[in-house]
C-alpha cells in the first residue's frame, strides 16, 4: 500500500479535493433549493440534469482524453466544474441551476474517467485490488465530509458555494504539477444492452431499478430533510449515515452473496428496505398531504426525539440495503458470463443504471409534490417492490448458476468502465504497467 501511495499521492490527493467538493455541493443544492422556495418539480429536474450530463459525458468525454490528453482535459473539466458552482450564486433560478447541474454532471464523468485510467495505468495485477479499495475509501470519506460542510456557512448565504468552487480549483494543483506522464488512453468496449437482458434480465432490469433509486437518495435526500425542518447540523449527520452505511454494509451482504444464490441476496435486501421504508413513514410525522414547500418547512412533524432517532436509523437501514445493489447486480451478471467479458459487461450495465439514474430524481420529486415528504419513500418503495417481483418471477424460470470466477466486489456507485478494471476478478491484463 506504501508503494501505491507513493506512485499516485497526487492522483489520490487531488482526487480527494474534488470529491469532497462534489458531495458538498449536490446536498448544498438540496438545501437551498428548499429555502429558495422551488417547487418539487423544479428541485427534480435540477436533480436530474446531473445524471444527463452524466450520462452524455460518459460518451463524449474518452474522445476528448483520447484527443486531448488527461491533464489538458481534466484542468478543463475542473474548471468547468468551478465554474458551475458559481453560476448556482449569480443565477438563482431553477431553469439555470438545471443547465448548471448538467454541466457539473458533465465534467464530474469526465473526471471519473480520467482519475480511473491513471489510476489502471499506476496498478498492477498485484496491487490493483488494494488501488481500487483506496479509491472506494476516498469517494465515500469525501463524500461524508462533503456532507459535514453543510455546517460551515449557512446555505442562503454565497460563502459555500465559493468554498465549492475554490476545492474544484485547489484540486487542479497536485495533478498539474505531476512529474509523471500520463497513460495512453485505451478505448472502453461494453456489451450491448439488448445483449445483457438475454444474458442475465434480472440482474440487467435490477440495475435499471437501481439507478432510479440511487440517484434520488443522493439527490433528494438533503431535500426530504430540508422539508422535514431539521436543523443544518441534523441534515449533514443524517447524509453521512447515508455515505457510510451505503459503504460498510457491502461487505457483510458482499460475503452472503457470494456464498448463497445471489438473486435471493438481491431481493432479500429489496424486501428489508421497503420495510424501513414504510417504519421511516410511521415514524415521520408526516401525512400524504399535498402540501406547498413554504408551509412544510414551518411544521413540527416529530412529536419525540426519540421519533426522530428511529427515523434517522431507518433511512440509514435502507440505505445500508440498497447502496450495495449496485455491486451485487454487477456480480450477478458476471455470474453468466466468461471472465474476459466483465469489464465490457460493466460498461454496459453502467449504461443501464445512467437510463435509470437520469428520471430517479424526476419521478421522486413528482411523487413527493403529490404525496408531501412521504412521497421520497413511495418512490424507493414502487422501484423496489419491482425488484423483488421480477426476482421471484426469474426464479421460477432459470436455476442459479455459480461462476467460481465471479465475486461481489464493492465499488461506488459513480465508478466507470474505466475503474471497473481495478477488480481483480475482472480478467482484465495490467501486466503491462509491472515495468513502469
Not at 479535493?17 to 429536474?45: C, D, K, M, P
Not at 453543510?150 to 454565497?158: A, D, F, R, T, V
Not at 465475486?407 to 491484463?429: K, R, W
Request: aromatic content about 16%; some cysteine.
Amino acid at each position: 500500500m506504501g508503494k501505491v501511495l507513493k506512485n499516485s499521492w497526487a492522483l489520490f490527493a487531488g482526487f480527494a479535493i474534488l470529491i469532497t467538493a462534489h458531495g458538498f455541493q449536490g446536498n448544498l443544492l438540496g438545501v437551498r433549493a428548499v429555502l429558495e422556495e422551488f417547487n418539487y418539480l423544479s428541485t427534480g429536474l435540477l436533480m436530474s440534469g446531473y445524471f444527463v450530463g452524466y450520462f452524455v459525458g460518459a460518451n463524449l468525454s474518452p474522445q476528448l482524453v483520447s484527443r486531448v490528453g488527461h491533464i489538458r482535459v481534466f484542468a478543463a473539466f475542473a474548471s468547468m466544474a468551478s465554474l458551475s458552482s458559481l453560476i448556482h450564486i449569480v443565477f438563482v433560478d431553477p431553469i439555470v441551476w438545471i443547465f448548471a447541474r448538467f454541466l457539473t454532471g458533465f465534467s464530474m464523468i469526465g473526471i471519473f474517467i480520467i482519475v480511473e485510467s491513471w489510476l489502471n495505468d499506476r496498478a498492477n495485477n498485484r496491487t490493483r485490488g488494494k488501488v481500487l479499495s483506496l479509491y472506494m475509501f476516498i469517494t465515500f470519506f469525501g463524500f461524508a465530509i462533503g456532507n459535514l460542510l453543510l455546517n460551515i456557512s449557512n446555505p442562503i448565504q454565497y460563502e459555500p458555494f465559493i468554498l465549492i468552487s475554490l476545492l474544484f480549483s485547489i484540486a487542479l494543483i497536485p495533478i498539474l504539477l505531476t512529474k509523471r506522464k500520463p497513460p495512453k488512453f485505451k478505448k472502453m468496449t461494453s456489451i450491448k444492452v439488448k445483449d445483457l437482458f438475454k444474458i442475465s434480465p434480472f440482474g440487467s432490469f435490477s440495475m435499471f431499478c437501481s439507478g432510479f433509486i440511487f440517484s434520488a437518495i443522493f439527490t433528494l435526500s438533503a431535500v426530504y430533510a430540508t422539508t422535514m425542518n431539521l436543523p443544518i447540523f441534523e441534515i449533514s449527520i443524517l447524509l453521512v449515515s447515508i455515505t457510510l452505511a451505503g459503504a460498510l454494509f457491502q461487505w457483510p451482504i458482499g460475503y452472503f452473496s457470494d456464498s448463497y444464490d445471489r438473486r435471493i441476496i438481491i431481493i432479500l435486501c429489496a424486501m428489508l428496505a421497503i420495510i424501513f421504508c414504510f417504519l421511516s413513514i410511521a415514524f415521520s410525522g408526516a401525512s400524504f398531504d399535498n402540501l406547498f414547500i413554504e408551509n412544510m418547512v414551518k411544521f413540527n412533524y416529530f412529536s419525540t426525539t426519540m421519533d426522530k432517532i428511529k427515523l434517522f436509523t431507518f433511512i440509514t437501514l435502507l440505505s445500508g440495503m440498497t447502496l450495495p445493489l449496485f455491486s451485487l447486480n454487477l456480480a450477478l451478471v458476471n455470474d453468466y458470463i466468461p471472465k474476459e467479458k466483465f469489464v465490457a459487461a460493466g460498461a454496459g450495465l453502467n449504461v443501464i443504471f445512467g437510463l435509470g439514474a437520469m428520471a430517479g430524481p424526476l419521478i421522486c420529486s413528482v411523487l413527493m409534490n403529490e404525496f408531501g415528504p412521504n412521497g421520497f419513500f413511495l418512490h424507493f418503495i414502487i422501484f423496489l417492490f419491482f425488484i423483488v417481483v421480477f426476482g421471484i418471477y426469474r426464479m421460477t424460470r432459470r436455476k442459479y448458476e455459480d461462476n467460481p470466477e465471479s465475486t461481489f466486489t464493492p465499488l461506488p456507485t459513480d465508478i466507470t468502465p474505466v475503474g471497473i478494471e481495478l477488480d481483480p476478478t475482472t480478467g482484465a491484463d495490467l501486466s503491462n504497467t509491472d515495468k513502469k
